[in-house]
């Protein structure tokens, strides 16, 4: 049986992953079938086609690489396929989970291990260095810090009303200091539950049936059965995986420390659709939540764009797409 494997690339340094795709494909003989999203195919229909596909807001680009490898799938003549979600809530790849697991560790005066944990953090993840793991320790295991960070990037463009606002979302997650309680909401409340929405609506769109054998029900439970002290160890995420694929995956791919999601460029791509975007702004109907202005000058100088003002724009999109705030029945504006 032939194996398809679809990979999006975008040329950006730090954001094209092909040469791990490529050596995935290779090492098990898959045929690669690689889709480069453009700012041009958004600007020509895409933008409103995802837009009616999620319909309802939703926070960056990334979505849009994910749509695009979806549509590739189908123009393939693939209706099922396989996908990785969930794997990193489930045995914990990200980088606030370093945050959790050596604050349990402090928290239980266990300092053998967490003095472990921390030297083997620094050399194995992409931590490495003291300052880095400072940062993202003290960013993710203090709320008041979570919210600061929202306040200053937020402080120029939010409308007073929404001030208050801007730091709340950055509390939620991250507030349990109990871990069982805290992998339940990963996996239940926030983040999978918006990621999942996110692919089902993606892959629907295309018409393409997507399994998750990381969510089968006796994977998670087998694996919310394991102590946490086994998820990461010696620094490593996800421990557990990288040990069950020996032999299986090239050693290269099975001890990468770098990890990246389905992400995008998509500060540049917003750019590159600029004309849209201003044209939106004239009269946005976000100008309640959001400083046009700040949007606007930010697209003018081609300045990086905030997360906030991302996702005013593509809320912006979908508030004219489905005519929200309007009376009569839901349509284009």
């Not at 795709?21 to 195919?41: D, F, I, K, L, Q």
């Not at 003290?138 to 606002?165: I, N």
């Not at 069982?180 to 996110?198: G, K, M, T």
Request: net charge positive; proline share 5%; with cysteine.
């Amino acid at each position: 049986m032939e194996i398809r494997a679809f990979t999006s690339r975008f040329q950006e340094p730090g954001l094209d992953e092909s040469e791990y795709a490529n050596t995935v494909v290779r090492a098990v003989g898959a045929a690669w079938h690689v889709v480069e999203p453009t700012a041009r195919a958004l600007r020509e229909g895409d933008l409103l086609a995802l837009i009616r596909a999620q319909a309802e807001p939703f926070p960056s680009l990334s979505i849009y690489a994910q749509y695009c490898v979806f549509r590739c799938m189908r123009d393939a003549g693939v209706v099922v396929a396989l996908d990785g979600q969930g794997a990193d809530e489930l045995l914990w790849g990200y980088t606030w989970h370093y945050a959790r697991l050596l604050g349990h560790l402090a928290r239980s005066a266990k300092l053998p291990r967490f003095l472990t944990e921390v030297v083997g953090i620094l050399r194995n993840s992409h931590l490495r260095s003291r300052a880095r793991l400072l940062v993202a320790l003290g960013y993710y295991s203090f709320p008041r810090a979570r919210e600061l960070r929202s306040r200053v990037l937020a402080e120029s463009a939010l409308t007073q009303a929404c001030r208050a606002l801007a730091g709340a979302p950055s509390e939620q997650g991250f507030a349990s200091r109990d871990l069982s309680a805290f992998r339940s909401r990963e996996l239940f409340a926030d983040p999978l539950p918006s990621l999942l929405r996110y692919e089902d609506r993606n892959s629907m769109a295309a018409s393409v049936e997507s399994r998750l054998p990381f969510l089968d029900y006796r994977l998670v439970e087998l694996a919310l059965a394991v102590p946490e002290r086994e998820l990461i160890r010696d620094g490593w995420t996800k421990a557990l995986l990288r040990e069950a694929m020996n032999g299986l995956l090239p050693e290269r791919i099975r001890w990468r420390r770098s990890k990246l999601g389905f992400d995008a460029p998509s500060s540049r791509m917003f750019g590159d659709i600029s004309p849209l975007v201003r044209d939106a702004f004239q009269r946005p109907r976000v100008a309640g939540l959001i400083s046009p202005k700040f949007v606007l000058d930010r697209l003018d100088s081609r300045a990086a764009l905030p997360t906030l003002a991302m996702r005013a724009i593509l809320a912006e999109f979908w508030m004219r797409e489905f005519a929200v705030g309007l009376t009569g029945a839901p349509g284009r504006s």
